[in-house]
Structure formats: C-alpha cells, structure tokens
C-alpha cells in the first residue's frame, strides 16, 4: 500500500474495532438518522465489517442543503444524492471537506454532477492533501481507470489479509468470523470503486467562513492542526451541533500523520463551543464532552511517557520496547474487539507522532506507519 494513502489502510480496520448500532444494512450501504430538525446524519450500517466511508452530515437551509463529507466512493456519492432527493426538492448548495483522507471526499464527483454550482470547500492545507495523490500517481481530477484499478488493488490486499486472519487458528471465534466477514466485503466493495475520482475543492479558507441562513446558520472553522494539518469543523451555533470530522473517531482515535500537542488545544476549543451534540467523522453522535475528555487525556498521557523516554535519548524502537500502555488499554481497548485494532490505529501511529515532536521532527502529512 502506497505510503499517502495511510488514512486507507486505516479506514479498512476500524470496522473490526467499532461495529455500528442502527440495524442491518446490506454492506456498503448507509443508515439514515435524522439527528434533529433539519440535521441528518448518514453512517456505516451495523453490520459493516470492511472499508468505513466517513459519516455523512446534511444540514438543511432555506435556500438549499450543506452536505459534510462524501464518502469513499462513486457509489457513496450516489447514494447520498439518491437519498437527498427522497426527502426534498432542495439543491446541494455546499460540500464540505473536513479534512484530506480519501474516505471523506470521492463520492463528491456525483454530488457535483447532479448540482453542478454546488461550493466545494475546504482549507488550503486539506487542497495541499487531495494534491498529493493526485500528483504522485499522474491521475489528476479527472475519470481514470489506472486510479480506480489501484483502489481496487489496495482492497484486494486487504481482504487478502483479512482472510488470513480468519483462518489464523490463534484468533478467537468471534474474529475469525468478523475477519471473514471483512475480507468478504472488501471484495464486494470493488464494484463500487467504478467511477471514482478525486474532485479538487472550489473554494478553499484558512480560518473561518460562514454559510449564513436564517434558521441553521453554518460556521465553517479551522481551529488549529489535530488529526491532519488541515482539519475543519462545521458548527451550527443556534442548534449548538458540531461535525469534527477525524478530529474525534470513536471508539478508537485515528493517530496516523497527527500532531498531538496541536490536538489537545484543538480538542479544547471544541470542547468550549458548549455543544450539545458532537458529530464525529466515524462513530455514533455524542451528547457531551466525556469522550472529547478521554481523547485529551489518553493524547497528553502518551507524550508524557514518550517525551520523558525520548529525553534519555532512547531511538524510537526503543521507546516503543519500554513504554508502558496500560492507561491507555484501560481507555480505549477494553473489548476483544477495540484491543484487535488499537495497537495499530492509536498506539503506534501516536508513539512515532510523540517521539518525532518530542525531538523536534517534522510530521508530515500522509507519511505515518500502516497498519
């Protein structure tokens, strides 16, 4: 798997770790929840055990509908329009990227072909991530085959892992079924991959921007670098709704190519927005800041072990030999399903973004570890 698309290889696992909990879907498919009036939120079924495309919010204004995210697909596109037009008449008026990881922004083309003069928007620092792929594979923004034929390779390698962890006899029942389940719908999800194509942002901001309307006005902010350099939430200050994107991932935190001592601070100035349901950009809503609270703590936790080790001087394998997680377990992994994929989604990733701040080494964007 190419080293840019990181934030794939860890989309892939976070199924295994975090099932859903709104009924059956057939794979792939999305389930609606209408959060409050005029917000909805589109998420991966209970059942999905594979790739996890972003959560989906769409938030309806007078004059048109904000969309957050898009998917991982040409077939998540579809699927978001198909549902839009079941409930209203309305165009797409604006899609939002919270961030630059591929799962959250290629089903835009479709949003795109069916509402033409939709605003795409996103930071300058998120553009600079969509860029990366499409420069270093030759692909552009434009329908390409070899594009989609690499999507569809990097799915195949998955699954073939997947499937030789299910017949891995050291794993318990429950993971070998949920592996099988996964490499199986990884299969099934290459179809989807037809079509799909990187659409570049329309418009792009470096701190605040407002899609105003009488009823459901939308602050569009870029706090300070958490997850990736780039990351946006979306803030509806009169329903006092936040969508943070991969600045909060439940029930396990994705670390790859993050900045922990930024993440903090962006954490607390989400936290003093008082929200009163927090959107996160994979997991269920959340109804306070208990969650936000766990995340800073289990961040600042790991730079202190890992600052005071790489203080002695110590290399990073060394560093990983010796410090101790167990807090950090206690957290976030206390279920066979979460400890399956915690090491490799929150406790290496983080380690290696520590250490590199802790010695003073650039974090750069699309280059963390695989899992």
């Known amino acids: 798997m190419i080293r840019w698309a990181a934030s794939l290889g860890l989309i892939l696992a976070i199924t295994l770790a975090a099932p859903g909990a709104h009924g059956q879907s057939p794979a792939g498919a ?8 005029g917000v909805r939120v589109l998420m991966n079924p209970a059942d999905h055990a594979s790739f996890a495309s972003s959560n989906v919010v769409i938030i309806e204004q007078a004059d048109g509908l904000v969309v957050v995210d898009s998917g991982f697909s040409r077939a998540d596109g579809d699927q978001i329009v198909s549902y839009i037009r079941s409930f209203t008449a309305k165009p ?6 919270t961030h630059w990881h591929n799962d959250h922004h290629q089903g835009a083309s479709q949003i795109q072909a069916a509402w033409p003069q939709v605003r795409i928007i996103a930071t300058e620092a998120a553009r600079r ?4 792929p499409a420069r270093l594979e030759g692909v552009g923004y434009e329908t390409n085959p070899a594009w989609e034929a690499l999507l569809a390779g990097q799915l195949r390698d998955v699954a073939a892992r997947y499937q030789e962890a299910a017949a891995n006899p050291e794993n318990d029942a429950w993971r070998r079924h949920r592996f099988g389940q996964a490499a199986q719908q990884s299969l099934d999800g290459i179809p989807a991959l037809v079509g799909t194509r ?24 870029h706090l300070g670098r958490a997850n990736t350099d780039g990351d946006l939430i979306v803030w509806l200050p009169n329903q006092r709704v936040v969508a943070t994107g991969d600045i909060v991932v439940s029930p396990i935190p994705f670390g790859f190519g993050s900045y922990p001592g930024d993440w903090i601070e962006t954490l607390g100035r989400i936290k003093a927005l008082g929200f009163h349901v927090l959107i996160p950009g994979h997991g269920l809503p959340q109804s306070d800041s208990a969650y936000i609270d766990r995340l800073i703590a289990a961040i600042a ?19 990983r030999e010796r ?31 520590a250490y590199k701040e802790a010695t003073g080494v650039p974090i750069v964007q699309g280059q963390g570890e695989l899992p």
């Open 30 to 37: 999305y389930e609606t929840l209408r959060l409050i009036d």
């Open 92 to 97: 797409v008026k604006a899609l939002i990227y």
């Open 129 to 132: 991530g969509i860029d990366g």
């Open 198 to 221: 990187l659409t570049a942002p329309t418009e792009l901001f470096t701190a605040d921007l407002v899609i105003d309307d009488p009823l459901r006005p939308v602050h569009i902010r």
């Open 301 to 319: 936790d790991i730079r202190t072990r890992v600052g005071a080790l790489a203080a002695e001087g110590l290399t990073l394998e060394q560093v």
């Open 323 to 353: 410090v101790d997680y167990a807090e950090q377990t206690a957290i976030f992994g206390p279920s066979p399903a979460r400890q399956a994929n915690f090491q490799s989604l929150w406790l290496s990733p983080m380690t290696e973004n």
